[in-house]
């Protein structure tokens, strides 16, 4: 074989490889519009929140409780209560009625989120890890907080994995966008 021939074939094989890496990259579609509107939903409640939960001029039932990997918040006197896709308003709800059932004439209860979920960040980043998620927080916020972009990280966008009506989609979109608790944010290496 002339060397300009092996040339030709490694310049072809080199293109057909190029080829490949590049269309093994268009696996992951941008995000599905669903990730948009859930965003902009009311926030719904999963395993790992911890609410603040007050029951007016009762405190012996006022306090901070957590939602367990089932659900579930063990509440006192009326025990677990389903809080797993419930927004913070339909928990209120809940919890009142329950308590109106021979417990509570009239109970005035208001939520509010003490700590929210966890987000994970992984990939090209300097420390990989689970991070505690702040309300309005955006992909490049997570980064910051996760220690930055490594050196090979492709800075422009990122795949995230979020559950989104019981059913769990990954998508691409870009650092500017926000994530929501219990996000995992993958940072991918970049190709060159």
């Not at 310049?11 to 590049?22: F, G, I, K, Q, Y």
């Not at 669903?34 to 911890?50: C, K, T, V």
């Not at 966890?118 to 309300?135: D, L, R, T």
């Not at 916020?141 to 559950?163: C, F, L, M």
Request: proline share 5%.
């Amino acid at each position: 074989m002339t060397v300009a021939r092996t040339k030709s074939v490694l310049t072809l094989a080199a293109a057909s490889l190029l080829c490949v890496a590049l269309a093994g990259c268009n696996t992951y579609q941008p995000a599905p519009k669903a990730f948009n509107e859930a965003s902009i939903q009311p926030y719904r409640l999963d395993s790992g929140d911890r609410l603040r939960v007050n029951v007016f001029e009762q405190a012996g039932l006022t306090g901070t409780y957590t939602v367990d990997q089932a659900g579930y918040v063990a509440f006192p006197l009326i025990g677990a209560v389903p809080s797993r896709g419930h927004t913070l308003p339909e928990l209120e709800k809940m919890i009142a009625g329950k308590l109106r059932q021979g417990y509570l004439r009239d109970p005035d209860v208001t939520i509010e989120v003490d700590r929210y979920r966890s987000v994970f960040i992984m990939g090209e980043v300097g420390q990989a890890g689970q991070y505690s998620y702040v309300p309005g927080m955006t992909v490049q916020n997570a980064i910051a907080v996760a220690g930055g972009y490594s050196p090979r990280a492709n800075q422009r966008d990122v795949d995230v994995t979020r559950k989104i009506n019981g059913r769990v989609i990954t998508g691409r979109i870009s650092i500017s966008e926000p994530i929501m608790a219990g996000d995992t944010v993958y940072v991918r290496e970049r190709l060159f």
